[in-house]
């Protein structure tokens, strides 16, 4: 069974950093893409970004609202894809979730929440 | 970026109705869009990639047709358990973008 399990939300103030995690098992995940997403209390969903595979030179991209101040990254013998995020805001309190897959946005986490607030 | 609106925003039909949301794009995104269903509380779930193609362990009373800018989503059959935000996205160009949902409530 695909399980997708996201950690290290947590409250933080503005101007700081925080790295989530998004523990995986079930499936062989170096051979996918793998994207974040996020919704902020009461709203829509946003796509954050992804990393591609080690065959696609593990490429990322990002929205332009967390554009040079998140990183995606991923480590394949953990089957872990990690989220750093720096110089929060507090726009960027949400849920954020996980998932396998880039295109398409298959097997969710439960997400983990983000409270950027001072 | 493209835009992606729906409608309605929201709506309320009796059990067993036919329930129908559109899906429109500010550009020609091909086929390139998915359909989510998020309950209350809950993580989304695709239902509907590449437009059409219903995902494996969906029921098939959920279909999704259109291509280019104007997209549908169908449930045949509204059932209780179908009670949720459906969102559309687009993946044609980066970012890819969400609409700003629809929510399915029963009368």
């Not at chain 1, 997708?4 to 996918?32: A, H, I, K, M, N």
């Not at chain 1, 796509?47 to 591609?52: E, L």
């Not at chain 1, 990183?71 to 720096?86: E, N």
Request: charged share 20%.
């Amino acid at each position: 069974e695909v399980q997708l399990v996201e950690s290290g939300g947590g409250l933080v103030q503005p101007g700081r950093s925080l790295r989530l995690s998004c523990t995986t098992s079930g499936f062989s995940f170096g051979d996918y893409t793998m994207s974040w997403f996020r919704q902020a209390p009461g709203k829509g969903l946003e796509w954050v970004g992804f990393i591609r595979t080690k065959a696609y030179d593990e490429t990322t991209k990002y929205a332009a609202s967390v554009k040079g101040r998140f990183t995606i990254s991923r480590h394949d013998s953990k089957s872990v894809a990690y989220l750093q995020m720096d110089s929060l805001r507090t726009e960027d309190t949400a849920l954020y979730y996980c998932t396998r897959g880039g295109l398409a946005g298959r097997n969710w986490g439960q997400g983990t929440l983000v409270t950027v607030s001072s | 970026d493209i835009q992606m609106t729906q409608s309605p925003s929201s709506l309320s039909a009796s059990v067993g109705d036919r329930v129908t949301i559109t899906c429109q794009a500010t550009q020609d995104i091909r086929y390139h869009l998915n359909w989510y269903q998020q309950k209350p509380g809950k993580a989304p779930k695709l239902l509907i990639y590449d437009a059409s193609n219903l995902e494996i362990g969906v029921p098939s009373r959920f279909s999704g047709s259109g291509s280019g800018t104007d997209f549908t989503f169908t449930i045949s059959s509204l059932q209780p358990e179908d009670i949720a935000t459906y969102y559309c996205q687009q993946y044609d160009n980066l970012p890819f973008t969400f609409g700003p949902g629809t929510l399915v409530d029963i009368k």
